[in-house]
């Protein structure tokens, strides 16, 4: 009796097995996984055409977005003979740090361009076709469902903010596995200013850094189109040449406008912080307000 309540439970589990893959394998199935749903590109990749293997890994180098620019939001889907082709637009994320890091997902555009009824991006995902014809794993490797699920993955500057508002409690990922962001040149102030050099706030034989020269962030386009306005605090070590290293996001504010921050941070320069006329490396921070004029 136990011989036989053992092979039919195996039974059963190979029946629920193959009823799952071809679940994943059709259009109907698949449309019910995908279409009105939003999610994060694991990838965080960048283009309005991306093509995908069977097993999910991208054809093409693509550059990668800050995640907050990294949302989709699935329109349609065909089930082709050469594929799966989906249809969807760009959605970004706004982060509110008072609120534990709850985030709001809005349509987004990153450039001036096309625009679909929502007055997002367009884009289009081709992943070729699996022999098993289940996508599912191709799927997996593209689509997170959450921030807590991308979080591991963050570039280094992100893992403060992942920790204390993402769900991230386990040890960073090794470097080899995680996103290294987008080039932060790209988001980068147009503008730059030169301080004036005071004599550094002093107590005793210590001395303070003082700011020497910087740039001014500016907006994504995606926050510029929004009018979002928003406050990222960004902590820093200034070494003792002056140099900034080490920015951490310690209240972020999403739509790419927490990258704009730390490319900033990294052009600052500084009068270093000094003991007894030595130079020293010190950690600070500081919070750059992103507002709009009427």
């Keep these: 009796m136990r011989r036989f309540f053992s092979l039919s439970t195996a039974l059963l589990a190979l029946f629920c097995l193959a009823i799952f893959a071809q679940g994943q394998s059709t259009e109907a199935a698949l449309g019910k996984r995908l279409i009105g749903r939003q999610f994060l590109l694991r990838g ?12 999910g890994r991208p054809l093409n180098d693509y550059p990668e977005l800050p995640f907050t620019l990294a949302g989709v939001k699935i329109d349609h889907i065909k089930l082709l003979k050469n594929g799966l082709q989906i249809e969807a637009h760009r959605m970004g994320l706004e982060i509110d740090a008072k609120a534990r890091g709850a985030v709001r997902w809005v349509p987004i555009t990153l450039a001036d361009g096309p625009v679909d009824r929502t007055g997002a991006e367009p884009l289009q995902f081709h ?3 699996p022999v098993s014809g289940d996508y599912t794993a191709a799927l997996d490797a593209i689509f997170a469902d959450s921030v807590n699920e991308l979080a591991p993955r963050l570039p280094a500057y992100w893992q403060t903010a992942a920790t204390q508002f993402f769900g991230q409690n386990e040890a960073p990922l090794p470097e080899a596995f995680r996103l290294h962001g987008p080039d932060l040149k790209h988001y980068a102030s147009l503008g730059t200013f030169s301080g004036q050099d005071p004599a550094q706030a002093a107590s005793g034989n210590t001395a303070q850094p003082t700011l020497l020269s910087g740039a001014n962030p ?7 189109r929004l009018r979002y306005a928003a406050v990222v605090i960004v902590r820093f070590t200034v070494n003792a040449d002056g140099s900034v290293s080490k920015p951490q996001i310690a209240q972020p504010a999403g ?35 992103f507002a709009l004029g009427n």
């Design 44 to 55: 965080c990749w960048q283009g309005a055409n991306l093509w995908f293997t069977a097993d």
């Design 127 to 129: 992943i070729s076709p």
């Design 218 to 224: 500016d907006f994504t386009p995606a926050a510029r």
């Design 255 to 289: 739509l790419g406008l927490d990258e704009a921050a730390v490319a900033a941070v990294l052009q600052y320069r500084f009068r270093p912080a000094s003991v007894s006329g030595t130079p020293q490396p010190v950690e600070i921070g500081t919070a750059i307000r």
